[in-house]
């Protein structure tokens, strides 16, 4: 199994923050090369992609509002996104599941947007937004909020408590926001506070991505093959049949199965790279 095999397989099987992650990075590539060796063409895309802090821009050019969630300036941007995403989605996936994770973000990610438009109006700073920081930061504030005295180990510093690391974020961005990049760090402060709401409301009851968990679930069911119960014509053979029998595939059937189920256990508690070679070409070869 090559690379590029390798990646297919674990786009598969990986996780919402997997997908997210690589939807990511598929899209800043080509937009990395634009910039590089098309600067005019990258520019009209830009211009039709990213989150203007005009409101009437923004007004005409809705999508907007999601589609600078999956852009990023250059490569160290989105490095760092992506890493805290990964980190973010571990800690809020383990108390949530994948589709409130895939709702979380596309929901953090609008309201950031939107009071980064909002607050324009104050620092009429006139510029675009790209970025996953206000998404990411939803997820992370979220977590945070729900387990606030759960402690993770941090390099360099070693334990800290949730709540810890999210005020220190939060506090970060206040301080910057009169420095430099203005409306990146308003959109981060809303995303936080997006993530803030969204634990308090489910705790009270009020899911606020169900709508969009119902509506992956009609997706997907659209693709799911439907069930049909066709009739059957029935033959009886009267002659005597040989009493030697060829063993059933069933008990073929039956361990593949559990092996599939061994090693997709194994990913749900360890991750994709966790497998063994020999695992991901077995993998590999029944997903053909």
Do not use: C
């Not at 953090?108 to 970025?131: C, E, H, P, R, S």
């Not at 990411?136 to 800290?160: C, D, H, K, Q, W």
């Not at 420095?179 to 993530?195: D, Q, R, S, V």
């Not at 439907?226 to 005597?240: D, S």
């Amino acid at each position: 199994m090559n690379i590029l095999d390798d990646f297919k397989m674990q786009y598969r099987l990986g996780g919402i923050a997997q997908k997210l992650i690589f939807w990511n990075v598929g899209i800043a590539i080509p937009f990395f090369l634009l910039k590089a060796f098309a600067p005019d063409l990258f520019s009209v895309i830009l211009d039709w992609t990213s989150l203007s802090s005009d409101v009437m821009i923004m007004l005409t050019r809705p999508w907007t509002l999601l589609t600078y969630a999956f852009l990023h300036a250059d490569f160290f941007h989105l490095l760092f996104n992506m890493i805290v995403l990964n980190f973010a989605s571990r800690l809020f996936t383990t108390y949530f599941t994948q589709k409130q994770l895939f709702g979380l973000y596309l929901l953090g990610a609008i309201f950031a947007g939107l009071l980064f438009v909002a607050t324009d109006f104050i620092f009429q700073n006139n510029t675009i937004l790209v970025g996953a920081s206000g998404a990411i930061m939803a997820i992370l504030v979220a977590a945070a909020t729900y387990t606030p005295f759960s402690e993770i180990r941090l390099l360099l510093i070693g334990n800290v408590k949730m709540w810890h690391l999210a005020v220190a974020l939060v506090l970060l961005d206040l301080i910057q926001i009169p420095l430099n990049n203005t409306g990146g760090h308003i959109a981060h402060l809303g995303g936080a506070f997006f993530g803030f709401l969204y634990i308090k409301m489910l705790q009270n009851g009020t899911d606020l991505t169900k709508g969009i968990s119902t509506f992956l679930d009609y997706i997907s069911g659209l693709f799911r093959p439907k069930k049909t119960t066709p009739f059957k014509t029935v033959h009886r053979n009267t002659k005597k049949t040989s009493q030697t029998s060829t063993p059933a595939p069933a008990a073929d059937k039956d361990i593949t199965q559990k092996k599939i189920d061994d090693i997709l256990d194994k990913i749900s508690k360890s991750g994709y790279d966790s497998l063994t070679k020999e695992e991901k070409e077995f993998l590999f070869k029944v997903g053909k």
